[in-house]
Each structure stands twice: as structure tokens, then as C-alpha cells.
């Protein structure tokens, strides 16, 4: 990198055919281990390769803001690219909690033979409604459904079957022997504790950002921790599982990519604190860190949304 | 930097890891237009084979269901491969120089961006030559035919789509950063071109709506592979939910194809006019209206499949008062011109074209937009002939109109202005002859995307396909034109090269200089 006048001009980089390499390769691979008797080898090289051009990558950028190469606009087009980065991110989940919500509140109500919830009850609606009842008789709009449609028909021969016991919130008198419960604290501390890392930063005061990050990643980890849990208690004593018709569906995506974020962000932040250690970062230049802590705070957020409408609103 | 990019005559290795290896955006956004019209020809191959099987009633040539790929190729790689990496091109080439910055915000992610596309367009089309053949679904891969009916070889074409997206998703978050970030000082936001006001819009869409996409094709992998039930009522899902979310994905994605090409229009109408842009902030605000309308019109794709009337008229009005705002802009292309010294070369041929053709889609959209009446166009040839006339004549006009007006600039060479109106004639003429009678098929009940048709069609389907062998036949004059332009045009170093020309880009020399701002320019 040099820097001509005031602006700053980037040399070649090997760096993005490789990733675009390690991407193509992940793309096909995992296409081709999903297909029956497929294998993951491809998908693991191009893993393999895409791992290590990130870990090179960032190695480079981090060295080049060491070294002092950044200009402050570079680091605000970090600033940037990190910001709508987050914002594609909340559209991912956007997309899942919109499915949802349509779910919950017309898909359900339609198949059980009722009309559109509170619009007009005019012709269209109840036809579909009528078409519903026809379809799948006996199926009755209640969320969370314990009987899919199928099974309201087929009875055990269905193919999509619902789950013996639901993720039921046992009322806020009960909440302290109730897991989701306890995961919604565990994130919310560690978003509490990544701010407390970063006013010590900013302070100057190293080992307090060191202590209050550590505990931030072991919160993280003991996040995921419990999530698994709660997973085995879903499989294995609820028989919850992702393919219990659309609640286990709904369920287990959303707080499936929630807990793929988390690991992600987990992950990130261990990455900042192992910095942290070496010495990276000072009270004024900290954005690797900074950075890490915004997608830190966006997972929490999105777990607040989860356990309100997935788990509390049952 | 001391020396300037390779070129052959340093060496062929040299000169392939330039672009390979390149952080440069105009290297970038050669990259992206010579890759989109690849894709162009490809998807054009498609659409002759569609055309050529319903040249005649019956099946003549290929078999239905080699058909029904044709049709889902044709749209994904115009879509995505071509219409879209296009302006993405434009828009590497020209945004740094039009806000005077030196290269793109992010330049080694710039690059990344482009190299997906190659791997995902590979995997996307060698689908064709996998057991059970490629994608035939549809470009709008409604489930269940893209899930429990599918080809397997919907997962390559699931994951394609990912990475492409991920390629969408940076390509834009690195658009924003530059406009946002890297404005020469002076540069205002409303002093920007409305080129890179529209595209920068156009950045927002793609990075809230690409999530969104792949939002969809994920539920359709799960619902294909791992036993969830998305799309499946009896399992307590619904198929109607897949065109919710592919909508809200897909009715912005329009937008996302047709403001870069509003934003192309835009510069080049007052070129030729040898007037200032008519209304400058109008076309802000409405270039911004019909984003945010873009995201809440989405179920106007979805009248015929059974919504509750209040949404049914809740859409239909939502979607017309797009309308507002796109008269705002045609009003504003046309007062531009009202009282130019109007000259008509080959950019403002097809910039005139555009503004016309694009229009007279608009309005036949307006027509679909009133639910009642679609209730018969739905899933017709009316609606291929309206959104062609938007995606053909709106956006793909617009961005050869881009490539005769800027390409003196990056080559330093003319153009032949002959050829450039001669490929313009044909290609109007061409595309009119092509879709202007799929209006009247449409109307008179010939649905879409099938491989055979009544006999009572038969003469205006004819007809359609001599007029898009003629269109395809003057993309090959296009690439004939611009090849000669590049290799043995006549040489010119004229800053401007229009003499009505306005902006940054045509105040650095003729060609553009592989950095152009080593510092930042003055903007008054």
C-alpha cells in the first residue's frame, strides 16, 4: 500500500481470487455433499482454503494499521463497510422473523378454516379458508401447532409430525428454572461486559480491557453452551426437532443461524482479546475491537427479538 | 506509482495477473462489463433457442423440458449475470472519477467481488450438463416446482446464488462506502451526478434485499434437504409464503436493475441537450421515493394467488402511486430536452429510446398494477412483453447508451458514428417487432413459459421471433463496434469529447489515466 498526496492508492493483492477460489469451491462442494450419498471432502477443501486466505487477509490489514498505513479515511471505509455489513445482517434475519410472523399469524389461521385475522371477513378469505378446512379437516390454529396438518389428517402415517412437547414459556413466576431464560441474562451481561471493555480501553487501562473481554468471550462460549442444551432437551426428551412441522421449523432456523451468529461473533471477539494480550489496539485506535463489539451487540439484539416472539409469545 | 499496468507486450503472465491480481477500479470495471456481456450473449443464445422453438406451433427443435431451462436460464444469467454486473461495471468505472476519489473505498474487496461471479456463473450453467438437467423452475423459482418438484441440481443452484449474493452484498456495501466516504472536498451530496445519486440508492436496495434472497433459497434448502416445512402446508407452511419473501426480494431487485439506468439517462440526456438536468433534486426525491415504495408494493406479483381483498387493494394502490414519482423523472427527461440544441448521437438515440419505450412499459404496468384486470394478464405474454420493455429497452438500452458515451473516454478512441446509428436502428426496430406483439398474444390468452402454442398464435409468434433474431443479430454489431472502437478508432484527446458534457470524468484527460486523482480535485 502507498499512499500518493493525500489519498491512498492500493497496490495488486493475490488476495481476492483466492478467496473467490475458496468461495467457489465451498459453493460446489457443499451442493454436492447435500445431493444423496454426496461427500463433504470439496466443501472441506474449499473451507480449508477460504480459512486461510481470512486468516491472511486480516493478518495483512492488521499489519498494515500497525505499521501506521491506514489513513483515517481508510479506517472510516472500515467504519462503513463494517456498518452495512451488520445492517445486511439484520435483513437476514429480517427475512426469517417475516416468515415467522406471516406463519404465526395468517398461514395458521388460514389452514384451521378461519378468516384473515381481524380485516374484512369478506368472500376471498373464507373460500380460502373453506379450501383449508377441505384440504386438511380437524387441523386447529393454535401456536405453538402440536399437530400438523398432515397428522390432523393422516394421523401417524403423515409424513411431517409435530413435536411431543413445545418450547413453552412456564410464566414469569417460573422463568428461574427455565434455560432460555437464563441464555437472554447470560447475553445480555456480556454485552454489559464488552461496553465495560471498552470504556477501559478507551481509559487506557489494559488489564481491566483484558479481564472484561475474557469474560465476554466465556460468556459467549457458556451462551453456546447452554444453547446446545437446550437443543439435546429439544431432541431428546420434547422430540422438538427442526423437522417437527413448521414450529420445530421456525424454531430451530431462527435460533439456529442466531447461535451460528453468536459462535461467529464469539469467535471474533476471542480474536480481539488474543490482540489484547499481544498489545494490539490504543485508548484512541481500537477498531477490530470496536468492530466486533457492534456484531456483539447485534446478536444480542436479535436474541431479545427471539425470546419474545419465539419463546415468551407461545 | 511509477509505471503504468501491464500490457501484452510485457508478457502474457504479467499482463494476466494484472487483472487477476488488480486493485484497480477501471481494471475492475472492464472485468465487469466484458464478464456481463458474455453473460449477455449466453442468455441471448437462450433466448434464440426460446424463440426459434416458438417460431412455428409445435415442437420443432427441442424438447419441453429442455425448454422450460432455457426459459429459467435466459432470466437468471440476464438477471444477475448480465444486467447487473453491468452496472456494476459503470459504476466502478465512473463513480471515483464522478465524485473525484481516487479508486473505490474498498478496492482489494472490489476485487472479490468481481472474481465470485465467474465461480458462480460456472456452477449456475454447468447444470445444463448434470443429470436431471439445469434449473426449470422459472427465473422466479416459486416452490413447490423449485422445491419438492425440483431437479437435485437445485442445490448448485442454491448455492450459486449464495456466493453471487455475497458478491452483490460487497460490490454495494463498497459503493456506499466510496460515495459516502471518499467525495472530493466540496462534493457535496446534492452536488453529486445523478448517476451516482441512483446508484448509490440502488447499493442500499441491493444490501437490504440480497440478505433477503438468500434468506429464500436457505428456507429452500432446508425444506429440500433437511425435512423443515417452509413452503409445505402440511406441514404447516405455506408455498404462498416463498413468493412473499422471493418478492420482497425480488420487487426491489426491478429498482435495483432500472435506477442505475435512470442514473445513465440522466447524464446523457443533458449532453446532447446542451442543458442542465431539468429539476436536479426532484430527481433526488424521486429516485428515493421509488426505493422506499419498491419495498412495500411487493404482492402486486401475487394478485391471482388468493390474498385477503384488503391486501389485494392495499398493493394495487401502493404500486400505482409509483407511478408519481417516475412521471416526475420522465417529465424531468423531457423539459431537459424542451427548447436543447438537440443533436442525436448514438448515447442520446438510445437515451431517447429509453425515455419512450420505458414509459410506454411503465404504462402497461399500470395497466397489471389494477388486481382485478390482472386476473387475466397474469402469467400471460403481456407480462413478458411489459417487463421486457422495462428490462430490454430500459435497462439494457440504457447501458449500451452508456457504452457509447463513456467509451471514448476510457480508450481515447471514437466510435464510429455510422455504425453506432445502424446498430441502434436495428435494434429498435428489432426489439419493437419482438415484444410489441406479445402484447396482443398476451392479451388475447397465450400464457407464459410454455414450449407450444395454439394455432391462433401462431402469426404474431412468428413475427416476434424475427424481431428478436434482429435484435440478437445487432448485439453482434455492438460487440463489433466497440471491438473496432478499442483496436483502431480514431484516436482522440479531447477532455470533453461531447461538447455538451458536464462533471468531474471529462475534466481529467482523454483516455482516463489508470489512477485518475492522485489528489483531490476543487469542486466548486
Given at each position: 500500500m502507498s499512499t500518493e498526496g493525500t489519498y491512498y492508492v492500493p497496490e495488486q493483492s493475490k488476495l481476492p481470487i483466492f478467496a473467490a477460489t475458496g468461495m467457489g469451491v465451498m459453493a460446489y462442494g457443499a451442493a454436492s455433499w447435500v445431493l444423496e450419498g454426496g461427500s463433504a471432502t470439496i466443501f472441506l477443501i474449499g473451507s480449508l482454503i477460504m480459512a486461510a486466505v481470512l486468516y491472511k487477509w486480516w493478518s495483512i490489514v492488521i499489519d498494515e494499521n500497525m505499521r501506521g498505513l491506514a489513513s483515517p479515511q481508510l479506517k472510516q471505509s472500515y467504519v462503513l463497510g463494517m456498518l452495512w455489513f451488520i445492517f445486511s445482517e439484520v435483513m437476514f434475519f429480517a427475512c426469517f422473523f417475516g416468515a415467522l410472523f406471516y406463519v404465526r399469524v395468517l398461514v395458521s389461521s388460514w389452514i384451521g378454516g378461519?378468516?384473515?385475522?381481524?380485516w374484512f371477513d369478506d368472500t376471498p378469505t373464507d373460500a380460502s379458508a373453506a379450501n383449508a378446512q377441505y384440504l386438511y379437516p380437524g387441523y386447529e390454529n393454535v401456536w405453538p401447532p402440536m399437530i400438523t396438518p398432515d397428522q390432523a389428517v393422516n394421523g401417524d402415517a403423515a409424513q411431517f409430525k409435530g413435536p411431543d412437547e413445545a418450547m413453552n414459556n412456564p410464566g414469569i413466576l417460573n422463568w428461574g428454572s427455565w434455560l432460555p431464560f437464563w441464555n437472554t441474562v447470560v447475553l445480555l451481561t456480556s454485552s454489559f461486559t464488552v461496553h465495560v471493555a471498552h470504556v477501559a480501553l478507551k481509559d487506557g487501562n489494559r488489564k481491566k480491557f483484558n479481564t472484561w473481554l475474557g469474560i465476554t468471550v466465556a460468556l459467549g462460549i457458556f451462551f453456546l453452551f447452554l444453547q446446545a442444551e437446550e437443543y439435546i432437551h429439544a431432541y431428546q426428551e420434547l422430540g422438538l426437532t427442526l423437522e417437527s412441522g413448521i414450529y420445530g421449523t421456525t424454531f430451530f432456523m431462527l435460533t439456529g443461524f442466531h447461535g451460528m451468529h453468536v459462535t461467529l461473533g464469539t469467535a471474533m471477539l476471542l480474536i480481539q482479546w488474543l490482540r489484547g494480550l499481544k498489545g494490539h489496539f490504543s485508548h484512541d485506535d481500537q477498531f477490530g475491537f470496536e468492530a466486533a463489539s457492534w456484531y456483539w451487540h447485534f446478536v444480542d439484539v436479535v436474541w431479545v427479538g427471539l425470546f419474545i416472539f419465539v419463546y415468551i409469545l407461545t | 506509482m511509477a509505471h503504468g499496468p501491464a500490457t501484452l507486450s510485457d508478457g502474457l503472465g504479467k499482463y494476466i495477473s494484472r487483472w487477476v491480481f488488480t486493485t484497480n477500479h477501471k481494471d475492475i470495471g472492464t472485468l465487469y462489463l466484458w464478464f456481463s456481456f458474455a453473460m449477455f450473449i449466453l442468455g441471448g443464445a437462450f433466448a434464440m433457442v426460446i424463440r426459434a422453438e416458438l417460431f412455428?406451433?409445435?415442437?420443432?427443435?427441442?424438447?419441453p423440458e429442455f425448454f422450460n431451462q432455457m426459459t429459467t436460464m435466459h432470466g437468471l444469467v440476464m438477471v444477475f449475470g448480465a444486467i447487473m454486473p453491468a452496472f456494476v461495471g459503470l459504476a466502478n468505472w465512473l463513480i471515483p472519477m464522478m465524485i473525484g476519489a481516487p479508486d473505490m473505498a474498498l478496492p482489494r474487496m472490489n476485487n472479490l467481488s468481481f472474481w465470485i461471479l465467474p465461480f458462480a456463473f460456472s456452477i449456475l450453467v454447468s447444470t445444463l450438463f448434470m443429470?436431471?438437467?439445469?434449473?426449470?423452475?422459472?427465473?422466479?423459482?416459486y416452490a413447490p416446482l423449485s422445491t419438492t418438484y425440483a431437479p437435485d441440481t437445485v442445490n448448485y443452484f442454491i448455492f450459486g446464488v449464495h456466493i453471487m449474493g455475497a458478491s452483490s452484498i460487497m460490490g454495494s456495501i463498497n459503493i456506499i462506502a466510496t460515495v459516502m466516504n471518499m467525495r472530493?472536498?466540496?462534493?457535496t451530496y446534492m452536488k453529486m451526478p445523478l448517476f451516482v445519486w441512483t446508484w448509490v440508492i440502488t447499493a442500499f436496495l441491493l444490501v437490504a434485499v440480497m440478505p433477503v434472497l438468500a434468506g429464500a433459497v436457505t428456507m429452500m434448502l432446508m425444506d429440500i434437504n433437511f425435512g423443515t416445512s417452509f413452503f409445505d402446508a402440511a406441514g404447516g407452511g405455506d408455498p404462498v409464503l416463498f413468493q412473499h419473501v422471493f418478492w420482497f426480494f425480488g420487487h426491489p431487485e426491478v429498482y435495483i436493475i432500472i435506477l442505475p439506468a435512470f442514473g445513465v439517462v440522466s447524464q446523457i440526456i443533458p449532453t446532447f441537450s446542451r442543458k442542465p438536468l431539468f429539476g436536479y433534486s426532484s430527481m433526488v426525491y424521486a429516485t428515493a421515493a421509488i426505493a422506499f415504495l419498491s419495498f412495500v408494493v411487493w404482492a402486486h406479483h401475487m394478485f391471482?394467488?388468493?390474498?385477503p381483498i384488503a391486501g389485494e387493494l392495499y398493493f394495487m394502490y401502493a404500486t400505482m402511486l409509483i407511478a408519481v414519482p417516475t412521471g416526475v423523472k420522465v417529465f424531468n427527461w423531457i423539459t431537459t430536452m424542451y427548447k436543447g440544441s438537440l443533436t442525436f448521437e448514438t448515447p442520446m438515440l438510445f437515451s431517447i429510446a429509453f425515455v419512450i419505450l420505458f414509459t410506454f412499459g411503465g404504462f402497461t404496468g399500470m395497466m397489471l398494477s389494477i388486481a382485478a384486470a390482472d386476473m387475466q394478464y397474469h402469467d400471460t405474454y403481456f407480462v413478458v412483453a411489459h417487463f421486457h420493455y422495462v428490462m430490454v429497452a430500459g435497462a439494457v438500452f440504457s447501458g449500451t447508451a452508456a457504452v457509447y458515451y463513456w467509451l471514448p473516454k476510457w480508450c481515447g478512441k471514437m466510435y464510429d458514428e455510422t455504425m453506432g446509428k445502424v446498430q441502434f436502428w436495428i435494434a429498435f426496430i428489432g426489439f419493437n417487432i419482438a415484444f410489441m406483439p406479445q402484447h396482443f398474444l398476451g392479451l388475447a390468452g397465450m400464457p407464459r413459459r410454455y414450449a407450444d402454442y395454439g394455432l391462433q398464435f401462431a402469426d404474431w409468434n412468428m413475427v416476434s421471433s424475427i424481431g428478436a433474431f434482429m435484435y440478437g443479430g445487432a448485439q453482434i454489431l455492438f460487440l463489433y463496434n466497440v471491438i473496432r472502437t478499442i483496436g483502431w478508432g480514431k484516436p482522440t484527446d479531447d477532455p470533453k469529447v461531447w461538447e455538451g458534457a458536464e462533471g468531474?470524468?471529462?475534466?481529467?484527460p482523454t483516455p482516463a489515466p489508470y489512477h485518475t486523482f492522485a489528489t483531490p480535485p476543487e469542486v466548486k
Open positions: 378461519e378468516a384473515a385475522v381481524g | 412455428q406451433p409445435g415442437m420443432q427443435l427441442i424438447k443429470e436431471g438437467g439445469g434449473p426449470n423452475f422459472g427465473w422466479t423459482f472530493a472536498p466540496g462534493m391471482t394467488v388468493g390474498m468531474l470524468e471529462w475534466t481529467v
